[in-house]
């Protein structure tokens, strides 16, 4: 089973995105949620995860910038994303919180350009 993310695209600096991640139920109603983003040259890493209880965490970079949700009706995940910045350009990816190696997908792709 993979989790695909879907919504990237090419942007200009400043401007907003708003990715989708759909999942099955039997997936999205027990676990947290987490977006990741890889960087080229870069590692994978956790940017923001959401609780089925709707809390939430970001990673400094992000913080105030991106906001995580989930639709537990929908068992979707989004990520909005505003003020972006050449920075955050990379490959964007769904997973649990635990980031299961089976769930990944082929990710999406931001591009953000100054």
């Known amino acids: 089973v993979q989790l695909q993310a879907s919504g990237g695209g090419l942007v200009q600096a400043g401007g907003s995105l708003r990715l989708s991640c759909a999942a099955s139920g039997s997936i999205f109603s027990r676990n947290i949620m987490g977006w990741y983003r890889q960087a080229p040259g870069k590692q994978r890493d956790m940017i923001a995860f959401?609780?089925?209880?709707?809390?939430?965490w970001y990673a400094d970079s992000v913080k105030d910038r991106f906001t995580i949700s989930r639709d537990n009706t929908k068992n979707t995940m989004y990520l909005q994303m505003i003020a972006l910045k050449p920075e955050d350009t990379a490959v964007y990816y769904c997973?649990?919180?635990?980031?299961?190696?089976?769930?990944w997908g082929q990710g999406t792709l931001v591009t953000v350009s100054s």
């Open positions: 997973n649990t919180y635990r980031s299961r190696p089976d769930y």
């Open positions: 959401v609780a089925i209880s709707g809390n939430t």
